[in-house]
């Protein structure tokens, strides 16, 4: 079975910093999909990033970029120029891309919860 | 598009009772998805649907009931109520079409049981 695991539970930056967020996940798969979703405080799961596994090219958007390692089953998020706005609740998530797999699951890791400071 | 919808935001049961969280999607989204979010977890899936009339077992399925009688809803039953459901219970939905079936959530439904 797929597991995902996040082993930072919070973590803080300084405003207009960097950080990076981890993630590491174990398959047996060669295809699947990687999500970042994020949780503000609303409670609402934003999608962030995705990435699927077949690109070797990291997925990027806007001050949000991957660092994609497949061999290592690595799966890390950078927040470029943090804002207070990115505060919030970050799941990596594990979805297989098999058309057979009709058990359509994304595997959720526990949550990195990021800090802004201003 | 309202995208996902739940109601109700919030609500409190006595152990016992029992209620349906509702979820409405007017995207035309084949899947839809329960998930429970304890505090400090991450999400567990309770039940799925790949589409009208069909439903499969998540993770955590027990004290629960589902059904899928159009593509827009997929209610979630909840039976006997037990402290053990006091959680956030959001739905979900994609589409077969996207490529990686990305799913979009609803706000969310606070439920405490006492």
């Known amino acids: 079975a797929q597991t995902v695991t996040q082993s930072q539970p919070e973590m803080s930056v300084q405003e207009a910093e960097t950080v990076t967020l981890s993630c590491t996940y174990d398959?047996?798969?060669?295809?699947?999909?990687l999500f970042w979703y994020k949780q503000p405080p609303s409670r609402q799961m934003i999608l962030v990033i995705r990435q699927e596994a077949y690109k070797q090219q990291n997925a990027t958007e806007n001050r949000f970029s991957v660092n994609f390692q497949k061999a290592a089953k690595s799966f890390s998020l950078k927040i470029s120029d943090s804002q207070l706005g990115d505060a919030a609740m970050y799941f990596c998530?594990?979805?297989?891309?098999?058309?057979?797999?009709?058990?359509?699951?994304?595997?959720f890791g526990k949550g990195t919860r990021l800090h802004i400071l201003p | 598009n309202a995208g996902v919808t739940q109601t109700p935001k919030f609500r409190i049961l006595k152990i016992g009772q029992s209620m349906t969280l509702q979820c409405t999607q007017d995207m035309n989204h084949n899947y839809m998805y329960w998930y429970r979010q304890d505090p400090g977890m991450g999400l567990k899936l309770i039940y799925y649907s790949v589409g009208a009339g069909i439903t499969d077992k998540g993770e955590v399925p027990n004290g629960y009931n589902v059904s899928r009688s159009t593509t827009e809803d997929f209610p979630l039953r909840l039976e006997l109520a037990a402290p053990s459901q006091t959680s956030v219970y959001f739905c979900?939905?994609?589409?077969?079409?996207?490529?990686?079936?990305?799913?979009?959530f609803g706000p969310g439904t606070r439920l405490t049981v006492t």
């Open positions: 398959t047996s798969e060669s295809d699947y999909y």
């Open positions: 979900a939905s994609s589409y077969l079409g996207l490529a990686s079936h990305e799913q979009y």
């Open positions: 998530a594990y979805r297989s891309a098999s058309r057979m797999n009709r058990d359509d699951k994304i595997i």
